[in-house]
């Protein structure tokens, strides 16, 4: 009788996981894979023929849009405001070639580097 109960376990156990499985299985294929970037990341194809306008324009909405973002409560917000961070450092970045000043190097630009970006372009005339 032990045996009977045991296969009867068994045949109802075994759709059981096959089932838990193949929703595992779905669900890491939907799952997005977070993207690091490396630490000595420049872009190999910077914008060319961008107006010193459209970068400035650039830069309010990227700023605008990090506040905004930074108040909310939406998903993946990290993610985003990472996003967001780059492409500000990346803008940042083109407005420095765009003036003919030193951009640095090393992307993404710490708090110090931003920081020194941004008054090198003010000093120069630019404001956002």
Not at 22 to 30: G, S
Not at 81 to 108: F, I, K, M, N, T
Request: overall charge positive; glycine content about 4%.
């Amino acid at each position: 009788m032990d045996w009977l109960l045991a296969l009867w376990m068994v045949c109802l156990a075994s759709p059981l996981l096959v089932w838990t499985y193949r929703r595992v299985r779905i669900r890491a294929k939907r799952r997005p894979k977070a993207v690091e970037p490396s630490r000595g990341f420049v872009p190999t194809m910077p914008r060319r023929g961008q107006s010193v306008e459209k970068l400035l324009a650039d830069l309010t909405r990227l700023e605008r849009d990090f506040a905004r973002l930074d108040a909310s409560d939406a998903p993946n917000k990290m993610m985003r405001l990472r996003a967001l961070s780059l492409a500000y450092d990346d803008v940042l970045c083109e407005c420095c070639a765009a003036l003919g000043l030193p951009a640095p190097q090393s992307r993404p630009l710490d708090s110090v580097d931003r920081l020194q970006t941004e008054c090198d372009l003010v000093q120069h005339g630019l404001t956002w």
